[in-house]
């Protein structure tokens, strides 16, 4: 699996637009970039999932740039219940037999302060 | 569509005991894996269950075990507690094989072995 490495913390003001980015050089060809969000004591959330250029849901955009070696999870307007744990997982979708390889990291810890 | 549950929420055990967990998925979720959360360590994978059969276990001891039954439900087993398996027990569901990567994870079980 892809080696991933993100920021440890990170500050924002509420109404602001959070930018996380998360580094995996070791990217394969198969796998996808799966971002998570954990508040304290709770199970993490799957939020956004993406492969190559841009993916946009509800919740966040994800922007992939064509080398893939890195992806930016980007939270637009956040607010005080943004406060979370963002985790960067790499790794193949596709492996079927394989079963759940699911590692994570370190995690990023934003603080949306008011 | 009701989401991942673990019973018990909290739970307290004295070293030397053992321990079950319990998982419900979501309906037709047929993976579960659990995971084990300290804040020292992190997130770790324990072990992941498909069709009742354990497809992929973490760097955990024998001391961990687990199940799945036919009906998707998981448990999870730790005998001989130890003060350092305090932790929040996290189990997670996917729609297997396809999406291991998209995760929906319970509330957790918050163990504490005194």
């Known amino acids: 699996l892809a080696k991933t490495t993100q920021p440890i913390s990170m500050d924002s003001y509420e109404g602001q637009e959070v930018n996380i980015t998360c580094s995996h050089n070791?990217?394969?060809?198969?796998?996808?970039i799966t971002w998570y969000q954990q508040f304290p004591s709770q199970g993490p959330r799957f939020i956004i999932q993406?492969?190559?250029t841009k993916v946009t849901n509800e919740v966040a955009s994800l922007f992939i740039p064509a080398d893939r070696k890195s992806s930016t999870l980007s939270l637009p307007r956040v607010s005080l219940s943004d406060t979370a744990v963002y985790y960067c997982l790499v790794g193949d979708e596709g492996i079927k037999a394989a079963g759940n390889k699911l590692t994570f990291g370190g995690g990023t810890r934003v603080l949306v302060k008011p | 569509k009701a989401g991942v549950t673990q019973t018990p929420r909290y739970l307290i055990k004295t070293r030397g005991q053992q321990v079950t967990l319990s998982c419900s998925p979501i309906?037709?979720?047929?993976?579960v894996s659990w995971y084990q959360q300290t804040p020292g360590q992190g997130l770790q994978f324990l072990f992941e269950?498909?069709?009742?059969?354990?497809?992929n276990k973490g760097n955990f001891p024998g001391r961990f075990s687990g199940r799945q039954f036919s009906n998707s439900r998981s448990e999870m087993n730790v005998s001989t507690l130890e003060l350092g398996d305090s932790a929040l027990y996290l189990c997670?569901?996917?729609?297997?094989?396809?999406?291991?990567?998209?995760?929906?994870f319970g509330p957790g079980t918050r163990l504490t072995v005194t």
């Open positions: 269950y498909f069709s009742e059969t354990q497809r």
């Open positions: 997670a569901s996917s729609l297997a094989p396809d999406r291991v990567y998209e995760q929906y």
């Open positions: 070791n990217i394969a060809t198969n796998d996808y």
């Open positions: 309906s037709g979720h047929r993976s």
């Open positions: 993406g492969y190559k």
